[in-house]
Every structure is written in structure tokens, then in C-alpha cells.
């Protein structure tokens, strides 16, 4: 399968944990993007990366968020101390606008539940 | 904050009927994407069109572009029950989606 993965697909964690998630972009694309969805909404962004650097970053993503993407390839997103309003799917998607890839393709997407 | 805007929220249609749903932004549009989402699962990427496009065709699908009017639509034609999913539109621009337009196809 060469489109985007993402680990884990699911993560239930208590208030406080930090939580650390995973993706892999299809291997020729250069930037990478996050996004956070919630029931009924549309997806959220959060953060994109053009190769290693982050070129953006919504005020959505607070102090207790990070993202990586150290080697311009896979991609960690880190939430610290996770609160309740934390749950929701967290997607990730990329593409390669320098060959004309112009489309985002979304992985599956991990579901988080803080409880 | 969701620059595109879907419309309508909701579409209840039988099967064979068509289906047209609109995105309307606030900023300039360009290279607009359409998106599939069955529910809980990922989003697919079903159409871009390019904004020096006017309309685009793929299958069952015809996506329009009017950058004067900041909006597009999506039309499906001849609907299944498959089609049942949310449609979402989002600009390359600023890569923000909307609610969407969730579709539900009765048999």
C-alpha cells in the first residue's frame, strides 16, 4: 500500500498523558499536513510541513501541541497533558505541489479518546 | 476559522436522482479539491479543479469553478446508496475545509 499510514489508528489515554502520534506520507510527496476533525465537522487544520520545515501553524495548535517531521519524510504530531476537548480523529495528508501534485491525500486517520 | 462553506448541510435524495452541493469561500479561490468522507473513515480525494478551469468531469461527477462569485459546486449524477457520505470542499490556498454536506442516498 503506498498512500498515507498513520499510527496508532486508535489511542484511548487518560486526562494528563501525553500522547504521540505517526505518518507516513506517500513517499514523493514533500509537504505534509495535520488536521484535527471532530463529530459532524469538518476537518481542522493544524500544521503543515514543506519538506523538514513548518511552514504554518493554526492558533488551534496550542503550547501542549508539537509536530516533527524531522527528515522530511514521516511525521510525528505530540499532544502534552491531554485534556477531554482533546478527542477527535487527527488526520494526516500530503502532497507534492513542485510535480503538480496539487491533490491532499488523506491517511486514515487516528482516533483519540482521552478519558 | 472554516473558509469554505458547504451548502446545503444536509441532502436527502432517492436513488437515480441527482445531487448538487455548493462551496462558497470568502478569499480567492484556487485549485479547489472536493472530498468524500464515509463516516468514520478517511477523507477521499474525488475532484481538483484548477482556477482557470470553468467545470471538470469525472464519472458520475461534475465540479464547476466560478472565481467571480467565490464558489463551486459539485453535482452527481444518477446517485447510489454508495454515494451516501459528507462532501467537503477546501482551497489549496489555505487548506480549510468547511462542514460539509452530508448526503444520504435511500435505495
Known amino acids: 500500500d503506498t498512500g498515507v499510514s498513520q499510527n496508532p489508528r486508535h489511542k484511548i489515554t487518560k486526562r494528563g498523558q501525553n500522547v504521540t502520534f505517526r505518518c507516513d506520507p506517500i513517499s514523493e510527496h514533500n509537504r505534509l499536513y495535520w488536521y484535527r476533525q471532530t463529530l459532524g465537522q469538518g476537518p481542522e487544520f493544524l500544521t503543515y510541513f514543506q519538506n523538514e520545515a513548518q511552514l504554518e501553524k493554526s492558533r488551534l495548535l496550542s503550547d501542549r501541541f508539537s509536530a516533527e517531521r524531522p527528515k522530511g519524510s514521516f511525521s510525528t504530531l505530540e499532544i502534552q497533558r491531554t485534556e477531554q476537548g482533546d478527542s477527535a480523529m487527527y488526520l494526516c495528508?500530503?502532497?507534492?505541489?513542485?510535480?503538480?501534485?496539487?491533490?491532499?491525500?488523506f491517511g486514515p486517520g487516528t482516533r483519540l479518546t482521552v478519558t | 476559522s472554516q473558509q469554505g462553506e458547504e451548502d446545503p448541510q444536509a441532502l436527502s435524495i432517492q436513488e437515480g436522482e441527482n445531487a448538487t452541493m455548493n462551496c462558497s469561500y470568502k478569499t480567492s479561490i484556487n485549485n479547489l479539491q472536493w472530498y468524500r468522507q464515509n463516516s468514520g473513515r478517511g477523507l477521499v480525494h474525488l475532484i481538483l479543479i484548477r482556477s482557470n478551469e470553468r467545470e471538470k468531469h469525472s464519472g458520475r461527477l461534475r465540479v464547476t469553478l466560478d472565481t467571480s462569485k467565490k464558489s463551486s459546486s459539485l453535482l452527481i449524477t444518477a446517485s447510489r446508496a454508495a454515494d451516501t457520505a459528507s462532501y467537503f470542499c477546501a482551497s489549496i490556498n489555505d487548506m480549510r475545509f468547511g462542514a460539509g454536506t452530508r448526503l444520504t442516498v435511500k435505495p
Open positions: 495528508a500530503s502532497s507534492n505541489i513542485g510535480i503538480g501534485v496539487y491533490e491532499q491525500y
